[in-house]
């Protein structure tokens, strides 16, 4: 239970952080995915280095612990600028959807950082058949969320000059 329960904490906290800083959310999935991909390249590089620097850690391991890092990062920069959601819907389901994608991308970290129960077994298999549908259905709407918020901007000066 306590895997599940952690799951939940995370899931919450990046609910929170993204509904309350009032993004949208094609931005900050892209980037989580550029932190992901980050995190895939460097993460087993850069733990020596962090290590180097003093910082020890036996549980969780120190390289899972580099990988969330890395993943999270990008968008945590990018939480604090960028276009705002303008209504509660849109801040809603772009917190929703920023934080599932966080969630599953960083999956894999915070199951070799934890004990996984066998309720949390369950959600494990669930996540990992579903991986690729939830990644790639979350990117889609991130796309589209960053093409929507483009469009508006040149529509309006295509507007104002004629």
Not at 39 to 56: F, H, K, Q, R
Not at 59 to 76: E, G, H, K
Not at 120 to 136: C, D, H, L, P
Not at 137 to 149: E, H, N, R, W, Y
Request: aromatic share 8%; net charge positive.
């Amino acid at each position: 239970m306590t895997f599940t329960i952690v799951l939940a904490i995370v899931f919450g906290v990046l609910f929170l952080l993204a509904y309350m800083t009032r993004r949208r959310f094609g931005v900050l999935t892209l980037a989580l995915a550029a932190g992901s991909i980050l995190a895939d390249l460097w993460s087993s590089e850069a733990t020596p280095y962090v290590a180097n620097l003093g910082i020890v850690i036996i549980r969780p391991p120190l390289v899972d612990v580099v990988a969330v890092i890395l993943t999270l990062a990008p968008s945590l920069i990018l939480l604090f600028s960028g276009p705002a959601a303008s209504n509660k819907f849109q801040r809603i389901g772009g917190s929703v959807i920023f934080a599932v994608l966080a969630v599953v991308l960083m999956f894999e970290p915070l199951e070799n950082a934890l004990v996984v129960d066998e309720f949390g077994k369950q959600i494990v298999s669930r996540i990992n058949a579903s991986y690729a549908i939830i990644v790639t259905v979350c990117l889609v709407l991130s796309i589209i969320d960053v093409l929507q918020t483009h469009v508006r901007r040149n529509e309006s000066k295509k507007k104002s000059k004629e």
